[in-house]
């Protein structure tokens, strides 16, 4: 069987992007995270196995990174080197991904949206 991408949604802040892998109880959830990439793999409740692999637009510092699994999605805060530069796109590409969108649940004009930011991280710490 092939495998699969998993939908992702992404959204910027100033000093993060986040990304969130949509899987339905997911289980080997392996998230490889470098400088200038993400490797996500998983499978599914039907046991399909996803693998999703991006080069980032720019440089992010993956030793202040971190993820967090819940019941429906695997959400990487993936912590920017150059922090109040905005991404305008998550890719290194300008090719948009099928399953590949833009979270506008969750994406603002950040300007000034520090605190609201780090309040976010904290509680997905939790």
Same mark, same amino acid.
């Given at each position: ?6 939908? &992702? ?5 100033? +000093?993060? @992007?986040?990304? +969130? ?15 200038? $990439? ?31 699994? &819940?019941? $429906?999605?695997? &959400?990487?805060? @993936? $912590? %920017?080197? %150059?922090? %109040? @530069? ?5 890719? %290194? ?8 969108? @833009?979270?506008?649940?969750?994406? $603002? ?18």
């Amino acid at each position: 069987m092939a495998r699969q991408h998993a939908q &992702t949604l992404w959204y910027d802040r100033p +000093k993060y @992007v986040f990304i +969130k892998f949509c899987v339905e109880d997911s289980t080997d959830v392996k998230v490889l995270l470098d400088d200038h $990439r993400i490797v996500f793999s998983c499978k599914n409740g039907d046991g399909v196995e996803l693998y999703n692999e991006i080069e980032f637009y720019a440089k992010v510092n993956s030793k202040d990174s971190q993820d967090k699994r &819940t019941g $429906r999605t695997i &959400t990487c805060f @993936v $912590r %920017k080197w %150059k922090e %109040k @530069v905005a991404w305008p796109r998550l890719t %290194k590409e300008d090719i948009k991904p099928v399953w590949l969108s @833009v979270d506008f649940d969750n994406w $603002r004009d950040w300007e000034g949206d520090e605190e609201a930011e780090l309040a976010h991280v904290e509680h997905y710490a939790e």
